[in-house]
């Protein structure tokens, strides 16, 4: 069997967010291109498991292999190595985090529950002390905002973070358990074996591996899931597309101009004008020297509204209230990616014989709180406990015993959450108004509100009501609360 390939930098440096080079300063050996034979490529000795525990073997089969190097399945890979297993962890890019995106933050109790105190070591930008939810018009903003000094505190409650770096210290760590971090490496399919799956073929040549279970944790692109028969892959309808920018400006600017405390940091969530009146929203995360800056819109009806995601962007960036925060910044990266927000009721069957399936592959986003990392680290978690469980068990790795992994989501806030939120993405498709008509019409009322005029309290009041009626009947109105009642509560 071939020697797997190149094992990630460990080196936390780098470019911000995905679609950039590596880090020409990152310990790469530039004279160890990609092996055509599979063996060799840029590697860091000090990362591969060979060099943490067994010097110069290379076994020939794998207890398990995991395929995809984003939260799901660095966490799964950094507990079963850690528990002793001899684990492969697939990557198609040039390292872990190469190719992912996020806003976005990472919430510590679920990420500590892989990497207790993560955030002494792991690459964050800053913690995150207040959420912001606005309602966007045109020219104004309805702002809602929580702060607290208890998040600037252990264990913290959310850092921001680039994704890029994050994986690759995450990968790192996984490396140093002993996992063996395999880059650069597309797996194209399955290997079966009388209806059971029984490893993975790579792009490499020669490069099929064998393992007594796989997870696949391949991220929104979930080919290999549909190839395990196990869902019929992404649709248009569950899907949204984001468009991220990273903008820099100097840090005493960012904590000035979005009054924070040194080192502590601020998310914004938008909902309105924002995204072009299509069901979606706006995100502002504050970094160190960086602010992240996106929309992400329900892709279907992006597709059928002729409209481009990125000039969605611009037009969000044209926003009074948002133009204020990042003036003067200059753009250092732009990404795009899809997130899938199908819910509980489009994720695929999460195991069959041989194989389970974690994080956005599985479907697990809770779209209405932004959260998607932490549901994949923590289904990444418990995808290794289950296979720890039945490799020490012995029980073999069949559709029945690996049911564990679906009874432990079930107890845990992952399936909670999304059986809970089932509702959502049919609801926010059904109720566009959300994102054009209501925004407009309460900015209406709390211009006309907080406007000062001759108008008497009471007729303020009347007039209030009449300007409320004139744009929605009531039995609309009702009737989106009653469906938002039995979708989101
Ligand atoms: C704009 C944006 C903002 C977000 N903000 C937040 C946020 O603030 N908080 C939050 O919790 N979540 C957020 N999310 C969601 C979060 O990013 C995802 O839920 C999370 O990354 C899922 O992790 P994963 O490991 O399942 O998949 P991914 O992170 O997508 O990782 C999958 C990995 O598999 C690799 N891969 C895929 N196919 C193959 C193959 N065939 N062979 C080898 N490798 C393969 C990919 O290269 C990738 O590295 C956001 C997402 C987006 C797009």
């Known amino acids: ?109 679920p990420a500590g529950t892989v990497v207790p105190d993560f955030w002494k070591e792991a690459p964050l930008e800053r913690h995150v002390t207040r959420r912001e939810m606005w309602l966007a018009t045109a020219d104004s903003a309805i702002k809602a ?111 000035d101009r979005f009054d924070l405390e040194t080192g502590a940091g601020a998310s914004v969530e938008i909902v309105g004008e924002t995204t072009g009146r299509l069901p979606g929203t706006g995100f502002i995360y504050t970094n160190r020297d960086t602010i992240s800056i996106g929309v992400g819109v329900l892709l279907n009806r992006l597709i059928e509204s002729d409209a481009e995601a990125y000039t969605i962007l611009e037009q969000f960036k044209q926003q009074p209230q948002v133009r204020r925060l990042i003036q003067g910044a200059s753009v250092r990266e732009y990404a795009a990616h899809l997130i899938p927000e199908g819910g509980y009721c489009k994720m695929p069957r999460l195991f069959g014989d041989g194989v389970l399936v974690a994080g956005d592959c599985a479907g697990m986003v809770n779209a209405i709180n932004s959260e998607g990392a932490n549901l994949a680290m923590l289904s990444g978690r418990m995808a290794a406990e289950t296979i720890i469980e039945c490799h020490r068990e012995g029980c073999g790795f069949d559709g029945p015993s690996l049911k564990r992994y679906r009874d432990r989501l079930e107890k845990s806030l992952v399936l909670k959450d999304l059986k809970k939120y089932e509702g959502a993405t049919p609801f926010l498709q059904k109720h566009q108004e959300i994102f054009n008509l209501y925004p407009e019409l309460l900015a209406a009322l709390a211009r006309e509100f907080f406007t000062v005029d001759d108008l008497s309290k009471a007729d303020k009041e009347r007039l209030l009501m009449r300007l409320f009626r004139s744009q929605v009947p009531v039995r609309e109105v009702l009737k989106m609360a009653y469906d938002a009642w039995r979708s989101l509560v």
């Open 1 to 109: 069997m071939k020697q797997p390939g190149n094992i990630s930098p460990i080196d936390p440096r780098g470019p911000l967010d995905t679609s950039s080079p590596p880090d020409p300063g990152g310990r790469q050996d530039p004279q160890s291109p990609r092996d055509p034979n599979g063996a060799g490529g840029p590697r860091d000795p000090s990362s591969s498991r060979d060099s943490a525990r067994n010097p110069g073997t290379v076994p020939s089969r794998f207890d398990a292999i995991v395929v995809g190097g984003g939260p799901a399945g660095l966490s799964a890979a950094y507990i079963m190595s850690g528990a002793g297993l001899n684990v492969a962890c697939l990557e198609r890019g040039d390292w872990s985090g190469s190719k992912n995106m996020m806003g976005g933050v990472i919430f510590s109790r």
């Open 145 to 255: 905002s929580f702060e607290t000094t208890d998040f600037a505190r252990e264990p913290y409650n959310s850092f921001t973070v680039y994704r890029s770096r994050f994986d690759k210290w995450l990968a790192a760590q996984a490396a140093a358990q002993g996992a063996y971090m395999v880059t650069e490496t597309l797996v194209e399919g399955l290997l079966w074996e009388g209806g059971r799956v029984i490893g993975v073929r790579t792009d490499r040549p020669q490069g099929d591996l064998e393992a007594d279970v796989v997870l696949l944790a391949e991220g929104v692109n979930s080919f290999l899931t549909e190839k395990a028969g196990l869902g019929p892959g992404p649709e248009p309808q569950s899907l949204a597309l984001a468009v991220k920018e990273v903008l820099a400006l100097p840090r005493e600017k960012i904590e």
